[in-house]
């Protein structure tokens, strides 16, 4: 046997594990290294077999094995005898890939070799009968899960989701990493698989840190089902399901994957997926795409419309970020239209990707519309997860009656006191500019069932005319306004104490029209319209 100061791994390439191999085989009893170069720009592999379980566990817990990953994008697996025997009986192809003859880099010559030097037609086989077994136990879970949906069982659906998902990952972790993560959680096995498998990333929406909207679901299942109480979330059947469905893919494409490289013996490159290349439609997007990410650090960018009125270019750009609330996007508005000219104009809307789909049930038609490829203009990533559609999604107008009665009531609050005989205008500025900001909210919120936060006043009257062009008619009432209406109203919406109000009769005439068209508009929409009987709101 050689000595190990003697050891050499040229391969590697890489001195800092050189030195730690050396010192492994002079301290353990290790029978064979492995060693495969990724011909792609991911991660390569290091298999080490040692002789005892108990080494092999302590082992992978190495400090060293963490920093290997992060900082060489090498992955070191330790794999005792018994157990890699096992996985050769089974023809798990893991294994049979990254334990060829060819990828020694090192073997204990006092140690018989435990290798497979079977060709593709013997290996074929059990490849085969792996794959069946699969297939098999799958389509159990799957036939289960049918018969509880039709059985309208919706907890024990949702907890056989989770089993089949178990399942899935399962396999993923045999197929990508060699070895399996039963004793951890869902979340934690879903976040572990992503630095194998990015995609991942696509098919999960995160709730926060490294849980998931759908984990969270099925925990909710579970405890419900303790407490011998139902979760009734049958809209999010297809969700979770298509949600498995690309785990199921992502198994069979490693299948396939596997079966082509064993075959051939070596490789194959991988295209390099990772940059996803989609293009702002001009300079003007450009620009304002990058003058957004100095102040935020946006996921994706969706440009869901444009409009062009009276020369004027008007973009809608709907961001999913953390942390930028209506100051930030006010501040980075303000910062676009500095750098641009009055020729465009932005509107900024803002949420985070958990928020969203927690809010589905209200506003899913709304966001469908937007978060389509076609009007994503930046993306950090090409794994960002797909939101999890309620199907079917039925909208409705929840809690429509009170932001219809909030708005009616700020207006007659409004017009006792435009119409008092001693012309006292004192703390009306403030309620002009309540009844517009909740005019805005209820407008765009009957309009396409999205209630948007309380934006700047010009942001939210923008979105009215997304919501409905005709809206843009009064457009002269407020160009006609005695000062500048935006920042007049965006002032007032902040109660402020004054002695007497600068208000005059011909003003508080201007301000009384506003109000009563537009809530003349609201009444025809709700009211005429029938989505509130007049009885409610009486």
Request: proline fraction near 2%.
């Amino acid at each position: 046997m050689r000595t190990s100061e003697k050891l050499t791994f040229p391969k590697l390439q890489n001195e800092y594990l050189e030195n730690i191999l050396r010192q492994l085989v002079r301290q353990h009893n290790i029978i064979q290294l492995f060693f495969t170069k990724s011909a792609s720009s991911s991660f390569s592999h290091l298999i080490v077999h040692i002789e005892q379980s108990m080494d092999a566990k302590n082992l992978q817990e190495s400090k060293w094995v963490k920093k290997v990953w992060k900082s060489c994008q090498i992955d070191v697996l330790f794999i005792y005898t018994s157990k890699l025997e096992h996985r050769f009986s089974l023809g798990n192809p893991f294994f049979e890939l990254y334990c060829r003859p060819s990828a020694i880099i090192y073997q204990n010559e006092s140690v018989d070799s435990i290798v497979n030097k079977r060709d593709w037609k013997k290996y074929k086989k059990r490849f085969n009968v792996l794959k069946e077994n699969f297939y098999h136990d799958y389509d159990l879970h799957k036939s289960q899960i049918q018969s509880l949906i039709s059985e309208g069982s919706s907890n024990s659906v949702f907890m056989s989701f989770a089993r089949l998902i178990e399942y899935d990952l399962e396999y993923l972790e045999e197929l990508y990493a060699g070895k399996k993560s039963d004793c951890l959680s869902l979340d934690e096995r879903i976040a572990n698989l992503t630095e194998y498998i990015p995609a991942i990333q696509k098919y999960f929406v995160k709730k926060s840190g490294s849980n998931y909207y759908l984990t969270d679901l099925f925990a909710q299942a579970k405890e419900a089902a303790s407490n011998d109480e139902a979760v009734y979330k049958e809209e999010m059947y297809e969700a979770v399901g298509i949600a498995e469905q690309n785990l199921y893919r992502l198994i069979e494409e490693r299948f396939v994957e596997f079966k082509k490289l064993i075959k051939k013996g070596y490789l194959e490159k991988k295209k390099d997926s990772c940059q996803i290349d989609v293009k702002p439609k001009d300079i003007i997007l450009d620009n304002a795409v990058q003058t957004i990410l100095k102040f935020v650090e946006a996921e994706q960018i969706y440009l869901y419309h444009q409009i062009t009125c009276y020369e004027k270019q008007t973009y809608y750009l709907m961001l999913i970020t953390a942390g930028a609330g209506n100051e930030k996007l006010k501040l980075i508005t303000d910062y676009l239209k500095n750098e641009t000219g009055r020729k465009f104009n932005f509107v900024l809307i803002s949420h985070n990707r958990y928020w969203i789909q927690n809010n589905l049930y209200g506003c899913q038609s709304f966001f469908a519309k937007i978060i389509q490829d076609n009007n994503l203009i930046y993306s950090s990533s090409a794994y960002h997860p797909d939101f999890h559609w309620e199907v079917p999604h039925n909208p409705y107008h929840g809690d429509l009656y009170f932001f219809y009665k909030s708005t009616k009531e700020s207006a007659l609050q409004f017009f006792e006191i435009a119409n008092n005989t001693k012309e006292n205008y004192c703390g009306l500025d403030s309620l002009f500019a309540l009844f517009f900001l909740s005019f805005c909210k209820t407008f765009i919120f009957v309009k396409t069932y999205y209630i948007p936060n309380c934006l700047s006043s010009q942001a939210l009257w923008e979105l009215c005319i997304y919501a409905d062009s005709d809206i843009r008619k009064h457009n002269y009432l407020l160009e006609q306004f005695w000062i500048d209406f935006f920042p007049y109203l965006d002032k007032h919406r902040t109660v402020f104490q004054m002695l007497s109000s600068k208000l005059d009769k011909e003003k508080v005439i201007q301000m009384n029209v506003i109000v009563e068209k537009l809530m003349y508009e609201l009444h025809d929409l709700v009211i005429e319209g029938e989505l509130l009987l007049k009885s409610e709101h009486d």
